[in-house]
């Protein structure tokens, strides 16, 4: 049967750097876990003051406060922070808005969607939007004339810039009227001029840029519009690849970052526009491919976990910051410890790996569908005969759907899909380590490095997701010639999937964002090696489990298809009848729904079709002995009704496979009949 299965494209995404979800809802709790609570009435009395030494302190307070603490920065919300540091970039004193953007760009950083869709809320673009021209304006001066400015005024221009354009890139993922409202001030151009004067700025406002020019052109056809109608940008980006690929020397770790957003940028943009050369460049294949999986194999996470908690163990002998501030010796809301400084470069190595595969995972989205070479009397859907009278199926075996969001490569990628290389640098990135998540209901030891690791679990993933399903798109490929190939890649998901475990406490909920993909990469895994794959009863257990708890029906389809792939087993009989009673439950009866929705309903019978599609094969004995032909007769009626019930106009894809496994469903039924075992 036809599987509902879509490739993900995988969306950037700016999570949570320092979650607050482990925490209880509401004030109480974060005032009685946060040790600063009496450090914040002076704060927000000093944002008010008409000394600005004392408003600038207020802001850098406020950045030092916040720091790796939701529970504080949940109170300093609750004292409406934002609207006073809003307030504050408009302050009459130059290095008040300075550090007030600063303290922003922090808060964004943190706090994730809930506090940039307040500065939104709160207006922050409309001062914002004056910055663009100042910045644009000290930017071409001391370029031009690089001793016009001393070095100090030229590093604060630079900051400046880094955060105001860090707010910018985290705006544009929180809805779409802030995206629309930054598509409006037509920031393309102000962006590349730091990647053109790349040289001459220091590398982190350049990536910082790059950042927001990534997130920009995700999707977004005003922005990618922009980039197309200028040559010189298409350039630009090439120019920092191949700048990165020619070099002999180590790179540095800022710079791999933006080496690699710049990918992600010719990727979103692809094809690029002519007249360019470079208009015949095959991004995915020249570029991404090639350039990115080395990348994600470039870092053991063992090895930063171990480096990150040495460090932890360090900083909880050093005095807290606030205790650290006056008036008379206020440091830059950037000002680091070396120990902080140590924490970032961990941190941004984490957050390149994980920049890399979401990157491949979209590229890996976008493969096109073999030619399937069918004949063409044979139309889907109908039914024919093998030599030897076994009823098959034009639907049965044909490939997982993929979703064509995104225009299709060109090429033959095939040669691109080495399993050995691609799949065993992810199969290393789904490991849990000591730090991925926080403890149960409590916080991490460093929260930005935990979530940094899950999003790299989650990316990983994702993107054994995409290529499983591209594997399973050539099923006569000599890289399944070993069925051991399988097998290997099957237990080692398991053995992430065992340590990440089912209980999931607050604060640990991309636990479950985990197993929602990794239920789909299972069923990739068996379709390509179905009928190879030994089912252990743990795992027929875990997955049945997973479908239960779920009110996902995407997620218990992709339960469903793992189940299937196990159930085809060939002599695990014992396996198959547990599976198969298992998705017979989950037919309607004359009286009485199915218990599943609509979708897992439709693919619980197609999967049953399947299983029994070759009544030699040693577990069929179980739908002889259980009456499968039986049971599956009373639920044809109940089947129709759910079908019926799907809206043509709202569910069309939905619609039609329903109508395509009912026509199945009644033809298997026929068939089986006629065998008269």
Request: charged residues 20%.
């Amino acid at each position: 049967m036809g599987k509902s299965q879509k490739k993900r494209l995988m969306r950037r995404h700016n999570p949570m750097r320092v979650p607050d979800s482990h925490l209880p809802k509401g004030l109480e709790s974060a005032a009685e876990s946060s040790a600063k609570m009496e450090a914040i009435p002076p704060i927000m009395q000093k944002m008010e003051s008409p000394d600005s030494s004392e408003r600038k302190w207020a802001c850098v307070a406020t950045s030092n406060l916040i720091q790796n603490d939701p529970s504080t920065r949940r109170l300093l919300q609750s004292k409406n922070v934002v609207g006073s540091l809003i307030t504050r970039l408009s302050d009459s004193e130059e290095e008040v808005w300075i550090e007030a953007a600063g303290a922003l760009r922090n808060l964004c950083i943190d706090g994730g969607y809930d506090i940039c869709a307040e500065m939104y809320n709160k207006n922050i673009l409309a001062p914002l939007k004056a910055f663009v021209p100042k910045i644009s304006s000290a930017l071409a001066q001391f370029i031009d004339s690089p001793k016009s400015l001393p070095e100090n005024a030229r590093r604060v221009v630079c900051q400046f810039a880094e955060n105001v354009i860090t707010i910018f890139w985290c705006l544009s993922e929180t809805s779409n009227k802030a995206l629309n409202a930054i598509n409006a001030m037509g920031l393309i151009p102000f962006l590349m001029s730091f990647l053109g004067a790349r040289d001459r700025l220091p590398t982190a406002t350049v990536t910082a840029a790059a950042q927001s020019l990534y997130v920009l052109t995700d999707d977004n056809w005003p922005a990618i519009d922009a980039m197309r109608s200028d040559v010189a940008y298409t350039s630009c980006l090439l120019d920092i690849v191949r700048m990165n690929a020619q070099s002999n020397e180590a790179p540095d770790d800022r710079f791999v970052m933006l080496y690699v957003l710049c990918c992600g940028i010719l990727g979103n943009i692809s094809p690029l526009p002519p007249p360019s050369a470079a208009s015949c460049l095959d991004v995915s294949k020249d570029l991404i491919f090639p350039r990115l999986q080395p990348a994600i194999s470039s870092i053991s996470l063992d090895a930063a976990v171990q480096q990150v908690q040495e460090l932890a163990a360090h900083q909880a002998n050093e005095p807290p910051e606030i205790e650290k501030l006056s008036l008379k010796h206020v440091p830059k809301s950037d000002h680091k410890s070396p120990t902080e400084l140590e924490f970032e470069k961990v941190e941004n190595r984490l957050r390149t790996v994980q920049l890399a595969l979401e990157i491949l995972t979209g590229a890996y989205a976008t493969l096109p569908d073999p030619v399937t070479g069918a004949e063409p009397d044979e139309e889907d859907g109908e039914e024919i005969e093998d030599g030897d009278g076994n009823m098959t199926d034009a639907t049965m075996d044909d490939a997982m759907d993929l979703d064509h969001s995104s225009p299709p490569v060109t090429g033959n990628l095939h040669a691109s899909l080495s399993l050995p290389s691609l799949v065993r640098p992810l199969l290393a990135l789904i490991q849990p380590t000591a730090l991925s998540f926080p403890p149960p209901s409590a916080p991490s030891c460093h929260p930005p490095t935990t979530s940094a690791l899950s999003a790299i679990h989650v990316s990983a993933f994702e993107c054994l997701n995409n290529v499983f399903l591209s594997l399973a798109a050539y099923p006569h490929s000599e890289l399944y010639t070993e069925d051991s190939i399988g097998q290997t890649i099957w237990s080692e998901i398991w053995t992430s999937l065992s340590k990440i475990g089912l209980d999931v406490a607050a604060g640990q909920e991309q636990m479950h964002e985990i197993w929602e993909v990794a239920v789909g990469v299972l069923w990739g895994v068996g379709k390509i090696w179905k009928g190879k794959l030994v089912p252990t009863e743990e795992h027929v257990r875990i997955l049945m489990s997973v479908c239960d708890a779920s009110t996902d029906s995407q997620v218990q389809v992709k339960c469903i298809g793992a189940l299937e792939c196990l159930a085809q087993h060939p002599n695990s009989i014992d396996a198959n009848r547990v599976i198969s009673s298992y998705l017979l439950d989950m037919l309607p009866t004359s009286t009485s729904p199915s218990p599943k929705g609509t979708e897992p309903l439709i693919q619980a019978v197609s999967a049953l079709i399947d299983i029994y599609s070759d009544e030699r094969l040693p577990y069929d004995v179980n739908f002889r002995e259980g009456k499968f032909e039986e049971r599956l007769a009373q639920g044809v009626e109940g089947f129709r009704k759910a079908v019926r019930a799907i809206n043509r106009k709202t569910e069309t894809d939905l619609r039609l496979r329903g109508e395509e496994v009912r026509d199945n469903l009644t033809a298997f039924i026929k068939y089986r009949k006629d065998l008269r075992f």
